[in-house]
Structures are given as structure tokens and as C-alpha cells.
């Protein structure tokens, strides 16, 4: 993903390497939010990504009697990117989907087999090795970026350490493609029996996901067998399904003290892990690559360094939330003490029947600090994206203002935009291309009482205001060393 938005309409040469050279073959990510479907589109791949994705159903938490705990009504409500709220999906149709368009890609060079193994920072660039089937290979790159995983060699190569959540669950894994007589159920699920605590969720069309908490004293070899999984999958009257994938994980909360030093960034699993409990993991890293892309790319045009301090004051607190979120989860789902159980499901029936309950799981909170301009309406909120129907089909924002960042507004006389690092494209409300959306983009500005707004390439907004002010304020934040929002 980083690859992919790093060279969209830029010249910037990417080299991207996995010591794997197929991707990943065992189960992991089956959820994705509307906001990652927004970047699949940003690339051109949501019809391709959609081939292997459905939008998601209601999300539900039940006890071991039935009764249901906890509700998120997930199909009921349009996002602001206009996307369904969310989708299952099967993971590695969507990462052949990315790998296509990079290897379409003239400034993106894969080399696929090869591990890194160490790196030397010099003033200007890195220097990384790496060892491949021909031997060492050396790159100097002005950038490394460790999306190496949990187990990230380029964090330790910066010897940067974890924080954890002290989360730590083994759970089994196991990917289904029910057969035509299966009869898996319509809901995502969260059986919260202190039995088994069982995951039952749908991935992309035709398949299923199933997820069983372990017991003390199951070893992995002997739950991976045939005859186990068939035992735990007997109660759901699906005899003829075939068993696609398989893997046992343990769960953790983990976050990287240290994202950046110097000119070598982590992202990913290698600066953040949590439980799946919130189907986040893998959207938290394509986000940071979101957050990152346009940042790096500013650098190499004359932004300031300061700009890549933003990165991880902005997308820490963000994955902080969302890990937690996971975790209160994964907590509600993993109690194995019956008394413990049964107080819970007390406790959340009660709250469930006086209506306390939110329809869907919280949003991550807004960007709070970095590159936004802090005091202005909407500053740090993700910009809606409106489709609107135009000469028999669907037209959508993003589609026609492009990758840039946008100044959009009543009044778009502006400050000089031509030396900016960022790129802006700068559209009145009565621009031609705006015509679709002109009203809701009114509207929108009449919320937050602002006669323009400034919209980052990653669709977070930036600020609200008047339109010369948020252009120099925008400028001004690439550029100065010392910008008053960077200040970690
Ligand atoms: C059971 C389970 C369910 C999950 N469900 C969801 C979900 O529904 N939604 C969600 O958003 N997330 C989910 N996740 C989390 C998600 O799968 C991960 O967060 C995501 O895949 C991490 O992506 P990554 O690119 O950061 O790391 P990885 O996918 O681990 O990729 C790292 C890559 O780096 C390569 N590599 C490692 N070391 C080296 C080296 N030294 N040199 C070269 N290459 C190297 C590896 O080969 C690998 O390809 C789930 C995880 C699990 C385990």
C-alpha cells in the first residue's frame, strides 16, 4: 500500500522487498472499514478489491445461552467515505489486487526473496543490506520503512522496544469454504462462552471464518488436526465444509515506543499489534502508510524534516484507541471464569435493555495534534467523501479531485500555491468538477461556519477557515522548522 500511494503521480523510485515471495498463505485479516475500501479506490483497485470483499453484517456479542450481550448494526448506516461502514474479506485476493498494481508500476521495483539484515544511517540516506538467493545486496535509499511485521528486523535494527497492553491469548484459526448444504450464519459473532470462547464471522464471498480460544494444555500440533477442528466445528451443521486454512496465533496489544529515528520509520505491525476483536490490525498499518505516503513524498520536494514528526503523533493515539477498544473486546469475549461470565452478561443485558448501548463501536478520535491546523471547526476529522449520481452514474469526490490536497470553498482566493511541497488543487464551491456535490459541500462548510476548507491528500482534514489563511498556515507547516503543531 505504501508503495502503491509513495509513487501515485509522483517520480519518486520505491524499491519494496518481502523475504516471502508469495504473500501470506495462513488466515489473518477478515475485516476492513470503509476508510481502507477509500484508499483501494484512491488506487484504482476497489472493483478488483470488491471481486474478494463483501460489506459487513451486524456484529454481534452472544452468551453461552444465546442471549445477545451486544449489538453493532454495521450494514444499517452509510460511512462518511459513502462506502458501506465496513466488509469481510479474503485477504489475499486484496493483497494480489496491490501486488498487480505494483507490479504494473514503473517507479516501484519489487524484490521479492530477499531479507534485510541490517542498515547504516549516514546525513543524507540510508544504507540497508540485504541477503537474497544471489548473495548480499546493498540499497542506499533516502528512506527505510520497516513494514516488516511483528517481528520486525528494522526495529530492532533501531533498537526501538514495545509497549504492551499485557494481552496475551492463544486462539485457533481456522477458514472454511462452506459447501452448498452449510448453513453458516448471517451475523458476525462473538460466542462468549466461557467454554470456548468462538469467533464465527464471514470473510469474502463463499468463505467462512471460524476463531476458537484455546484451553490451558492444548498444544498447537494436536488442534490443528483434522479431527479437532471437525469436533469444533460440529455444532454449526455444516458437515460438508471444506477446511481452507488454518494457523494458531496468540493475541497481543503491543505499540512501538520509538516510529521513527532519523531517516528509518516502522509501520505496521512492526510499530503497533492488537487482537482481532475489532477487525483493525491490518487498517491501522494501511493507514499509517496513508498518513506517511504524502509526507515522505513533501520531503523529498522541500518540506521540512519536522514534518515526519507528525506522523507519529498522529497515528499513535489512534491506534492507542483502537487497541484498547480491541482489547475491552477481547476481554468480553475471552472470560473463561463462570462467575466472571455471568456477572458480565448481567452487567451488559442490564445495559443493553436500558438502551446504553451505541449502535456501532466508537470512531477513533479525531487527530488531535500534528500537521492540522488546531483550533479550526472539523481540524483532524476525516473529510466525507459525497457521491452523487451525474449523467447515469455514480460519480465520486475523491475520483474527480484526485491525490492532491484540496482547497475547497465559497471564496478560493488564495495565497501563492505554486512552491508548496504538497500539491493543492484549488476548486470554489461553483468549479465545473464540483457541480455533483456543490450542496453538500455547502452544507458542510455551513456546519462548521467556515467559508473553505483545506483537505489533506490522506482525506483528514486540515483546517476550516478563510481561504488565504489556511493556505499560508499549510505552507507554512511543510516548510518551518519550527511549526507550532510539530512540536514532538
Ligand atoms: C487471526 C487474525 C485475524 C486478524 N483479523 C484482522 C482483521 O479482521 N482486520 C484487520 O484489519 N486486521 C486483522 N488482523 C491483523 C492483520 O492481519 C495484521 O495487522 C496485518 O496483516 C499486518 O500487516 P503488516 O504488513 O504490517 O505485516 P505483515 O503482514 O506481517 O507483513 C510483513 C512482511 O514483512 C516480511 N518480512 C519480515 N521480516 C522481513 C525481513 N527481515 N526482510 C524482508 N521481509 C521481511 C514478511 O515476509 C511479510 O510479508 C488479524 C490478525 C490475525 C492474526
Redesign the pocket.
Known amino acids: 500500500m505504501l508503495a502503491a500511494l509513495l509513487t501515485q503521480r509522483t517520480s519518486l523510485r520505491v524499491i519494496a ?4 515471495t508469495q504473500v ?1 498463505p495462513l ?6 472499514d470503509h476508510e481502507i475500501m477509500r484508499l483501494f479506490q484512491q488506487l484504482g483497485i476497489a472493483d478488483e478489491v470488491l471481486r474478494h470483499a463483501r460489506a459487513a453484517p451486524a456484529y454481534e456479542f452472544r452468551n453461552s445461552k444465546g442471549e445477545t450481550l451486544l449489538r453493532y448494526d454495521l450494514e444499517s448506516r452509510t460511512s462518511r467515505s459513502g462506502w458501506p461502514q465496513s466488509f469481510m474479506f479474503h ?1 489475499p485476493g486484496m493483497e494480489r489486487a496491490l501486488r498487480g498494481l505494483l507490479s504494473a508500476n514503473p517507479n516501484v521495483e519489487l524484490r521479492l526473496g ?4 541490517s542498515l547504516a544511517e549516514r546525513d543524507d540516506a540510508v544504507l540497508a543490506r ?1 541477503e537474497g538467493p544471489n548473495g548480499n545486496e546493498n540499497i542506499r535509499a533516502s528512506f527505510v520503512i520497516g ?8 526495529r530492532d535494527a533501531i533498537g526501538v522496544e514495545l509497549d504492551s497492553y499485557d494481552f496475551d491469548e492463544p ?1 485457533l ?1 481456522i477458514d472454511t469454504i462452506p459447501g452448498p448444504s452449510s448453513r453458516v450464519p448471517r451475523v458476525n459473532l462473538q460466542i462468549c462462552d466461557p467454554e470456548r470462547p468462538t469467533t464465527c464471522v464471514l470473510m469474502g464471498p463463499g468463505r467462512h471464518r471460524w ?1 476458537f480460544m484455546l484451553r490451558p494444555g492444548e498444544r498447537t500440533e494436536d488442534v490443528l488436526k483434522d479431527d479437532f477442528i471437525r469436533a469444533r466445528l460440529a455444532p454449526w451443521d455444516c458437515a460438508d465444509i471444506e477446511i481452507d486454512r488454518r ?1 494458531v ?1 496468540r ?1 497481543h496489544g503491543l505499540v512501538a515506543k520509538q516510529w521513527r529515528r532519523g531517516r528509518v520509520l516502522l ?4 510499530a503497533h ?2 487482537p ?1 476483536f475489532a ?7 494501511l493507514r499509517d502508510a496513508a498518513n506517511l505516503a504524502w509526507k515522505v513524498s513533501a520531503l523529498l520536494r522541500g518540506a521540512d524534516e519536522t514534518l515526519l514528526d507528525t506522523y507519529q503523533c498522529e497515528r499513535e493515539p489512534h491506534v492507542r484507541a483502537t487497541i484498547e477498544l480491541a482489547i475491552y473486546m477481547g476481554r468480553v469475549v475471552c472470560t473463561t471464569d463462570p462467575k466472571a461470565a455471568a456477572e458480565r452478561d448481567r452487567t451488559m443485558l442490564a445495559a443493553r435493555a436500558r438502551g446504553e448501548v451505541q449502535p456501532s463501536p466508537p470512531a477513533p478520535p479525531p487527530l488531535a495534534r500534528g500537521l492540522i491546523l488546531e483550533g479550526t471547526s472539523a481540524a483532524g476529522t476525516l473529510f466525507p467523501q459525497p457521491w452523487s449520481p451525474a449523467s447515469g452514474q455514480i460519480v465520486k469526490l475523491d475520483d474527480v479531485l484526485g491525490s492532491d490536497a484540496w482547497l475547497i470553498g465559497r471564496d478560493c482566493e488564495c495565497a501563492d500555491i505554486s512552491t508548496m511541497p504538497v500539491p493543492v488543487r484549488v476548486r470554489p464551491l461553483d468549479h465545473p468538477d464540483l457541480e455533483p456535490f456543490a450542496s453538500t459541500l455547502d452544507e458542510w462548510l455551513a456546519t462548521q461556519s467556515s467559508n473553505a476548507v483545506l483537505v489533506r491528500p490522506d482525506r483528514y482534514v486540515f483546517g476550516t477557515g478563510h481561504a488565504k489563511a489556511l493556505v499560508s498556515a499549510f505552507g507554512a507547516a511543510q516548510t518551518a522548522k519550527e511549526s507550532a503543531s510539530s512540536d514532538r
Open positions: 522487498i518481502d523475504r516471502d501470506y488466515p489473518r485479516a477478515a475485516h476492513f485477504q530477499r531479507s534485510f539484515v540485504l513494514c516488516d511485521g511483528a517481528s520486525s528486523s528494522v486462539w484459526v476463531e494457523a496465533y493475541f509501520a505496521g505491525d512492526a499489534q492488537m482481532p477487525g483493525q490490525g491490518m487498517c491501522a498499518g
